[in-house]
């Protein structure tokens, strides 16, 4: 069983720059393709960015690339999101995944099988 917890959400102005953490326990988290996804009120959850057990290989939503960047640290057993550039429409509830065994990252929800319980990111205005 793997437990994710994200953090670094939080209230912030258009243009601003925020930065996720997602700290892994409970497995070999170096063995797991990650991802990050979110959920806007009343929407489904979406992909934003995944990122392959190595590091050297990501993936990103059209709508984020150039903005945000997935990195990890195999060591800390951490993911992160680099948000820069924020917009209105990025507000949303941001979770992180483990991708269930794939050579492959994946923008398939349905293709995770951990979850973290989420953290707010709301840009104002």
């Known amino acids: 069983q793997v437990q994710l917890v994200e953090s670094g959400g939080g209230l912030v102005q258009s243009g601003d720059s925020l930065r996720l953490s997602c700290a892994a326990s409970g497995g070999d988290f170096s063995t797991y393709n990650m991802g990050w996804f979110r959920q806007a009120p009343g929407k489904e959850r979406e992909f934003v960015a995944s990122i392959d057990r190595s590091g050297r290989d990501a993936d990103y939503e059209d709508s984020v690339k150039s903005r945000f960047t997935i990195s990890r640290d195999n060591v800390k057993s951490t993911v992160y999101l680099q948000m820069n550039s924020l917009k209105f429409e990025d507000t949303a509830v941001y979770y992180c995944?483990?991708?269930?065994?794939?050579?492959?990252?994946?923008?398939?929800?349905?293709?995770?099988?951990?979850w973290g319980q989420g953290t707010q990111v709301t840009v104002d205005l």
């Open positions: 995944g483990v991708q269930r065994r794939d050579t492959f990252t994946s923008r398939n929800k349905f293709n995770y099988a951990y």
